[in-house]
């Protein structure tokens, strides 16, 4: 069965980085394109970042453009979100998603990120 | 960008009535070179992630009971549920996949009446 595991989350001063992790199984995955998607407490989702099945193509939101870096590594069936200069309204459950056009088709249980001074 | 919009905010149902959602694109979300639109529908319950509903606007994902009915056109759909069961309580989201940014509404919150 499809499996999706964040990790990496966890408390950090603004304008700090962090790396999070997102372990697949049960699938293919070099085969997918792969989402991040995060949601702030109490709030809505907010689709952050995908990345084609090869790495080649990638596409962020504004909010996080220049500041996020989405990539994979297909030998290991891991997707990565590397966030630099992290803002307070960065704080967010981040979920990484497995593409399965037009949607998304399985979810990870997410990794809480905080930016607290 | 494409916005997404979704009425009402919250809704409150009585067990066994109808429940409807909407969802409004600010352009039309129908790739004209395959004839399919590119809108999803989530269930998020507390405390999970979403769970996917339907794609290409009507498609309903295996597995999730044919009381949940996805329909529209252009840039309004709907998300119908015919008879309010009470593990349907969650908030709702549509998705447009048509462009990145890969908008969600802001989310429709379904409780029982």
């Known amino acids: 069965q499809v499996q999706l595991v964040e990790s990496g989350g966890g408390v950090v001063q603004p304008g700090r980085s962090l790396r999070l992790s997102c372990a697949a199984s049960?699938?293919?995955?070099?085969?997918?394109?792969m989402h991040w998607v995060r949601q702030a407490p109490g709030k809505g989702l907010e689709w952050v970042a995908v990345?084609?099945?090869?790495?080649?193509?990638?596409y962020y939101a504004g909010s996080v453009k220049g500041r996020f870096t989405i990539s994979r590594d297909n030998s290991k069936n891991t997707l990565y979100l590397q966030m630099n200069s992290l803002r307070v309204e960065d704080t967010a459950v981040y979920y990484c998603a497995k593409d399965r056009k037009p949607a998304m088709d399985y979810w990870g249980q997410g990794t809480l990120v905080t930016v607290s001074s | 960008d494409i916005v997404m919009t979704q009425s009402p905010d919250s809704l409150a149902v009585s067990l066994g009535e109808r429940a409807t959602i909407n969802c409004k694109s600010s352009q039309n979300v129908l790739y004209s070179s395959d004839n399919k639109i590119y809108l999803a529908w989530y269930q998020q319950k507390p405390g999970q992630p979403p769970k996917l509903l339907i794609y290409?606007?009507?498609t309903r994902e295996s597995g999730v009971p044919d009381r949940f009915t996805g329909s529209g056109s252009g840039t309004d759909f709907t998300l119908t549920i015919s008879s309010l069961q009470a593990e349907d309580v969650a908030v709702y989201y549509c998705q447009q996949y048509y462009s990145t940014p890969f908008a969600f509404g802001q989310g429709t919150k379904l409780e029982i009446k």
């Open positions: 049960g699938f293919i995955f070099s085969n997918y394109g």
């Open positions: 290409w606007a009507s």
């Open positions: 990345i084609s099945h090869d790495g080649s193509d990638k």
